[in-house]
């Protein structure tokens, strides 16, 4: 639809329309995805967004999102920091765990 919004071709004013009309939301949507997995491309999306769409309610919407995952990263980092000053570290997940099978040689009594 950008494509064609550029084109001087009959369609572009609809393409412009519907730019004007279904972007915003369709920008809010990967807005929430990102900034709701913790994806460091939350920023980029959020002002993304405000800047095709600035006054918008999306453009608002991505703004606060914006700024809760700010927070929530400068959270992440302060414990990071206590801990590595006190030398301690989050235990690992049993996800991250080696899964390695048993070693082949040994044998089963």
Same mark, same amino acid.
């Given at each position: 639809m950008e494509e064609l919004e550029q084109q001087p071709v009959s369609v572009a004013p609809k393409a412009k329309e519907w730019i004007t009309r279904e972007r915003p939301a369709i920008l809010a949507a990967v807005v929430r995805a990102k900034c709701a997995d913790d994806d460091t491309s939350c920023v980029a999306a959020s002002e993304k967004l405000e800047k095709l769409h600035p006054g918008t309610p999306e453009a608002t919407e991505?703004?606060?999102?914006? +700024?809760?995952?700010?927070?929530?990263?400068? +959270?992440?980092? +302060?414990?990071?920091?206590?801990?590595? +000053?006190?030398?301690?570290?989050?235990?690992?997940?049993?996800?991250?765990?080696?899964?390695?099978?048993?070693?082949?040689?040994?044998?089963?009594?």
């Amino acid at each position: 639809m950008e494509e064609l919004e550029q084109q001087p071709v009959s369609v572009a004013p609809k393409a412009k329309e519907w730019i004007t009309r279904e972007r915003p939301a369709i920008l809010a949507a990967v807005v929430r995805a990102k900034c709701a997995d913790d994806d460091t491309s939350c920023v980029a999306a959020s002002e993304k967004l405000e800047k095709l769409h600035p006054g918008t309610p999306e453009a608002t919407e991505a703004k606060a999102l914006r +700024e809760a995952w700010r927070k929530r990263a400068d +959270e992440r980092a +302060e414990v990071a920091r206590k801990d590595a +000053e006190k030398g301690t570290y989050p235990a690992r997940s049993s996800s991250a765990r080696s899964t390695r099978p048993a070693d082949a040689t040994m044998t089963s009594s």
